[in-house]
């Protein structure tokens, strides 16, 4: 093989190892004016308020007894009496729940000597606003010794909360619009939305008080529900 041919073949076996090394490598082929994406991150927030419809509520019965036997029987029948009476004044029995029993022997001052046992049980229940009045009344007829409320809330809470959710996305837009007018970029489409926590509702002016009649009236006041949002768009 003469000179010219082992130049030749030198230099094709040369550019075959320049095509590999940039298939290899194909970052060192790349324009070198590429630009990295923009993004701008952004912190929405919504809130929607709405009426309360429903209020929740617990009554106590409290009971003695010689015997922690006797204590518990008393109790049990002073708390259906009060289950009936609930019953009968229009409460659902899927709205009623037991949510506390407990016994304890009662003793001497010098708690040498027991001298006898209480029993206690409480009973929660959840009616229309408009219902509490008549509610409350009959368990205290029937002999609760202790009420406990009203703890308020809006029955359909859920599409409360989607509407605080779409303010959210707004403002997040609104926000992510002015930070790009700013920057001089033109605001793309969203790339990601995570959702932030979800916080309970907050009531404002929800208040039981007396009326003149035997039973108590409830003001509903408002409640209001809190969304964020954090979303991506990309500008340019």
Do not use: C
């Amino acid at each position: 093989m003469n000179r010219l041919h082992r130049t030749l073949l030198l230099a094709g076996l040369l550019l075959a190892a320049a095509a590999i090394a940039g298939v290899a490598q194909p970052h060192l082929a790349q324009s070198a004016d590429a630009s990295p994406s923009k993004t701008i991150t952004v912190t929405g927030s919504g809130s929607a308020v709405g009426v309360p419809d429903t209020a929740s509520w617990e009554f106590t019965v409290d009971s003695r007894g010689a015997t922690a036997t006797a204590a518990l029987s008393a109790n049990a029948d002073a708390e259906n009496a009060v289950v009936s009476a609930l019953k009968a004044a229009g409460v659902d029995a899927a709205d009623l729940q037991t949510t506390d029993v407990s016994l304890s022997p009662q003793t001497t001052q010098d708690g040498t000597k027991i001298v006898g046992y209480a029993a206690s049980s409480s009973v929660s229940v959840e009616v229309p606003i408009d219902r509490s009045g008549a509610v409350v009344d009959a368990a205290v007829k029937a002999g609760a010794d202790g009420v406990s409320g009203p703890s308020l809330t809006v029955s359909d809470q859920d599409a409360l909360y989607d509407t605080a959710l779409k303010k959210a996305i707004a403002n997040a837009r609104d926000k992510a619009t002015t930070i790009a007018g700013a920057a001089g970029m033109t605001l793309g489409p969203v790339q990601t939305v995570v959702e932030g926590s979800a916080p309970g509702p907050v009531a404002f002016g929800a208040a039981a008080k007396a009326s003149d009649s035997t039973q108590i009236t409830v003001e509903p006041g408002t409640q209001e529900t809190d969304a964020t949002v954090t979303v991506t768009y990309s500008a340019a």
